[in-house]
């Protein structure tokens, strides 16, 4: 069995805000595997253990570009090591015309991107002498580029969340509510079709197990299953969340797309590093560490010198 360390316990700590003790409990029964101790403490704990959901780590930038009247757009997220380095207009210039360049070159992917014309170079040249002048490192991560089969609309929430939706019919106004609602909301499918059946498998799995440990008849786990499965789809699939400015507070998007005459063909959500790791070290320890270093060189080149 995998050895639990304090370290695997800090971070299940981090990603799911349960006790200590529960963590180490949850390693230990999952063998040391995180993500399905995440599902055990999920299990026992309830919603207290989903908190990594809304805990984005990496650092970075989400920008978006949209072209002939709305028919062309590309949506682009490049990380940084530090917020600091995401608010320099220079990172943010980079970010930008990465998401032009996506729309105007239509490259396969991130190594076609970086080596797309930009400046007097590329685009990877362009990064590698901003990581020289800054001194710190930062790298494309992904990037969408959509045709739209009616317009596309965007919206960026504090450079961090960005969203890209094609609407066919309705008004501008409809274009901008709804790509405000599905960064608010968050949904990761437009509809329970494009849901991974991994993803109903474990909330059934969850909720099965929850009642079980509650004592619910074996006979009822089904239900309750199929029931939980439900519920997280009305969550987690576009047309079936409640509407965030829904008047009456429960106006689904189906229904407000109905109203309107329009509907949504597709959409991208882009939330900076999500599913990415922070770099954890202490700044104070590191700056220490940088000090020790260049002291052990400063004697060692004295001793050779001697």
């Not at 189906?254 to 063909?265: D, F, Y």
């Amino acid at each position: 069995m995998a050895a639990i360390t304090a370290s695997m316990v800090a971070e299940l700590r981090a990603k799911t805000d349960a006790p200590m003790m529960e963590c180490k409990r949850a390693l230990t029964e999952a063998e040391g595997h995180m993500g399905k101790a995440e599902e055990i403490l999920r299990i026992k704990l309830g919603s207290k253990a989903t908190k990594a959901a809304a805990r984005i780590t990496a650092e970075g930038l989400v920008a978006v570009s949209i072209v002939d009247d709305g028919r062309k757009g590309a949506i682009v997220e490049v990380n940084c090591e530090t917020d600091f380095v995401a608010r320099n207009d220079e990172f943010k210039a980079l970010v930008k015309r990465c998401a032009d360049l996506v729309v105007d070159g239509n490259p396969a992917d991130v190594a076609a991107l970086s080596a797309l014309p930009l400046g007097n170079g590329t685009v990877e040249s362009a990064r590698a002498a901003l990581i020289g002048k800054i001194g710190e490192n930062m790298s494309i991560r992904r990037f969408s580029r959509l045709e739209a089969k009616g317009r596309l609309s965007s919206y960026i929430h504090g450079g961090r969340i960005g969203v890209l939706v094609d609407v066919i019919g309705g008004d501008e106004q409809l274009g901008k509510d709804l790509a405000m609602h599905i960064a608010a909301s968050k949904p990761r499918a437009l509809t329970a079709e494009g849901v991974a059946a991994e993803l109903l498998e474990t909330e059934r799995r969850i909720a099965t197990e929850k009642a079980r440990a509650d004592g619910r008849p074996e006979d009822m786990l089904a239900k309750i299953a199929d029931g939980a499965a439900q519920k997280f789809l009305k969550e987690v699939t576009l047309l079936a969340q409640v509407f965030v400015r829904a008047e009456d507070g429960r106006q689904t998007i189906e229904q407000l797309l109905g109203a309107r005459g329009a509907s949504v063909a597709g959409f991208v959500l882009y939330v900076v590093g999500e599913g990415l790791e922070k770099r954890a070290n202490d700044f104070a320890a590191e700056v220490a560490a940088q000090a020790a270093t260049a002291k052990k060189t400063e004697e060692s080149e004295k001793t050779g010198k001697d």
